[in-house]
């Protein structure tokens, strides 16, 4: 399948312009990819070191259903880290649970060496984690750059008076916002669409103003729960190119959940594959892929019994 | 990529600040000289007090996404604060005590603002009526409030800025509507502003909002605060500039729906629709009274009338959200559209 080379082109050049740097901006960007000498420290120095984010023995459940139970992962930094399962496994339930949007019945999350009951979530941008959602959350009323920009805010310390005068903090914030997102907007190739209403884009579209908006922020961990849903072929391996060039441009640690096998296998460097809230392999994707409980419960063809058996086990019949 | 291909129509588009600033110039320069008493006591100076009215409720509805029927307790605390602070603070301008006036509202605002922090839509509408009876409640039980005055109904004071005396019909015109502009130029600032922003992310998508950093709760109470600090004032240009007496029942639950009204057929999250909708509330009564008045005046006595009158305003307001639900706004763009198009093309 041909790739659409325009997007890799745009790649090639370095995401923020020079002057951006000379702000002292984009902290995140300033390592590994700057230096020539250090090329390739995100992937392999990051296996000696502690892990970015681990989860120990997490568990969640809605009533009497079994979201999460007994899952522990880990997630190196600098790797993109794929979960997959079948539909209800639990996937979205996990990024919920590291995204502090949902809180764990037990278990604990530790990000950069801190634990968690709960990871706060009013406080995830400012330590490093940013995220897209399954379902669509943009702001429909924003403009894309706004939507793109408001991944900034986290930043933000004028106050409303200030910007409403024009004085102050808020000036040089306006800089940032407008020099940062227009090069994101750029590197996702969204600058055509840049002043549209992201409410009236194509869904394809808004999945990458949502990854743009998530980059913006130049996180450390960036959790995307299926940002390639939906989309056609050709869309699909232009996301997963989206996705490894910004790991490989912000040296930012991916975790990805994704339904569609082959553009896991192809992206990913480990894979843990959940099934009915349990973790049942965890590896390479060549591991995964020859895992006879993975082939039984995910990559094989299950039969229409057995899909309707599964749903009473969840359901609890 | 043909979904990238943007809409690339290049209508000829004017500097955004040219309308406002003729809309001005004819305000200031135009209105003065050729309008009757009637234009100005019946219709500019209510026009101006709900219009600003207007956009203090869409900053807290249309951007931020809380729905309040509490509207007018917030004009009635900016109303009575403005007042009380006028008579008992010696040596305050009057343009202190109204931007004091302003601060008590946001205050007010923010207390009750606080349930929003739990409750969403329709339980925070509810929620914002304890505003609405509990401010008209303390305004006539505490007979402080109105300077033991027997009635309840008191005079307002004088309006007047730096020993200029704006007591006339004119005067006070000039006065209300240098307020408005003033702060309608602060909110167009606001709402277009990193707030502003965080204030519609709110509103679209609260836990996305929170996920990215915005401080959901603080913004909140600030859109409450913000708002209700431009509703006070605009309270206080009803009271002092309009009706030239302070009294609660002006602010009741009515009221409070008239601006929501406003917000919703001028067009919810728009600056300018706060005034198209505020002229419609405004201007349409006047028109029909008038229409019915002379077409059946002699037929029916003025209480029927007075009733068919509001079953037209109700069902014409159903109509036309039924019709263009995105409020006059969208009418009006679309209006202007179609004329530069059509001009365009000769
Ligand atoms: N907020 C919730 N309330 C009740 N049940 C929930 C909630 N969130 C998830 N669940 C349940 O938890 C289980 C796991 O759901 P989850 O969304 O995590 O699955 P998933 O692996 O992301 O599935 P999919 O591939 O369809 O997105 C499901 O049975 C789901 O119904
Ligand atoms: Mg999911």
């Keep these: 399948m041909p790739l659409p080379t325009y997007a890799l082109g745009a790649m090639e050049a370095s995401v923020y312009a020079p002057e951006v740097f000379a702000r002292g901006l984009p902290s995140v960007l300033q390592p590994a990819h700057l230096s020539e000498g250090d090329a390739g420290a995100a992937g392999s120095t990051a296996n000696a070191a502690a892990p970015l984010l681990s989860l120990h023995g997490i568990g969640l459940a809605f009533g009497g259903v079994v979201a999460l139970a007994d899952i522990d992962l880990s997630v190196r930094s600098g790797e993109i880290r794929a979960i997959i399962g079948p539909n209800g496994a639990g996937k979205s339930s996990l990024i919920n649970v590291i995204s502090g949007v949902y809180r764990p019945d037990r278990g604990q999350v530790r990000l950069a060496g801190v634990g968690y009951a709960q990871v706060p979530t009013q406080r995830l941008a400012h330590l490093g984690v940013a995220r897209t959602f399954q379902n669509l959350a943009l702001f429909k009323g924003l403009s894309v750059l706004d939507n793109v920009g408001s991944g900034l805010a986290y930043k933000v310390r004028s106050n409303f008076a200030g910007q409403v005068l024009g004085i102050g903090r808020s000036r040089g914030e306006r800089y940032d916002f407008l020099s940062c997102t227009d090069q994101i907007l750029e590197f996702l190739d969204l600058t055509a669409v840049r002043d549209r209403l992201a409410g009236t884009l194509p869904y394809g579209l808004q999945k990458r103003v949502e990854l743009a908006r998530a980059l913006v922020a130049e996180p450390r961990l960036l959790l995307l729960d299926e940002p390639m849903a939906g989309m056609t072929p050709g869309e699909k391996s232009e996301m997963a190119d989206f996705v490894r060039a910004a790991r490989d441009r912000f040296s930012t640690t991916v975790v990805l959940i994704e339904h569609d096998v082959g553009v896991v296998m192809g992206l990913s460097d480990r894979i843990a594959v959940l099934d009915y809230g349990r973790k049942i392999a965890d590896g390479t994707p060549d591991e995964v892929r020859n895992d006879q409980r993975v082939i039984d419960a995910y990559l094989g063809v299950a039969s229409d019994n057995e899909a309707l058996s599964r749903d009473e086990a969840r359901a609890g019949i | ?346």
């Design chain 2, 1 to 346: 990529m043909a979904a990238i291909a943007a809409d690339f129509s290049t209508a000829p588009v004017l500097p955004k600040w040219i309308a406002p600033v003729l809309l001005l110039a004819v305000a200031y320069g135009v209105v003065p000289l050729i309008g009757s008493s009637y234009l100005f006591e019946a219709i500019l100076l209510p026009f101006l007090a709900l219009g600003l009215a207007g956009v203090g409720l869409n900053i807290l509805t249309g951007y931020a996404g809380q729905v309040s029927l509490g509207s007018a307790a917030f004009m009635a605390a900016g109303a009575f604060a403005a007042y009380n602070f006028n008579l008992r603070v010696e040596g305050l301008p009057l343009i202190g005590s109204i931007f004091l006036a302003g601060i008590v509202a946001a205050a007010i605002g923010i207390v009750f603002g606080l349930p929003s922090l739990r409750l969403k839509g329709f339980y925070l509408a509810v929620s914002t009526l304890a505003a609405q009876f509990f401010v008209q409640w303390a305004l006539t039980k505490f007979s402080w409030f109105s300077n033991n005055s027997a009635s309840g109904v008191i005079d307002a004071p004088k309006l007047s800025i730096g020993g200029l005396a704006l007591d006339g019909a004119v005067g006070r015109y000039l006065f209300a509507l240098t307020i408005v502009s003033i702060l309608t130029f602060l909110a167009y600032r606001l709402v277009s502003s990193q707030t502003g922003r965080n204030f519609i992310a709110i509103r679209d998508n609260e836990t996305a909002a929170r996920i990215i950093g915005i401080p959901v709760l603080k913004t909140k109470l600030l859109a409450f605060a913000i708002s209700s600090f431009i509703i006070g004032v605009a309270g206080v240009i009803w009271a002092f500039a309009y009706l030239r007496t302070v009294e609660p029942d002006g602010f009741d639950l009515d009221r409070s729906f008239q601006i929501l009204f406003i917000i919703i057929i001028g067009g919810l999250a728009s600056i300018r629709g706060a005034f198209f909708g505020a002229a419609l509330i405004v201007v349409f009564p006047l028109g029909l009274s008038r229409l019915s008045g002379f077409l059946l005046g002699d037929v029916f006595d003025s209480g029927v009338l007075d009733m068919s009158q509001r079953i037209v305003l109700g069902a014409l307001i159903i109509l036309f959200l039924i019709l263009e639900p995105d409020g006059l706004v969208a009418l009006w763009d679309r209006i202007r559209r179609r004329l530069l198009f059509a001009w365009q093309s000769t």
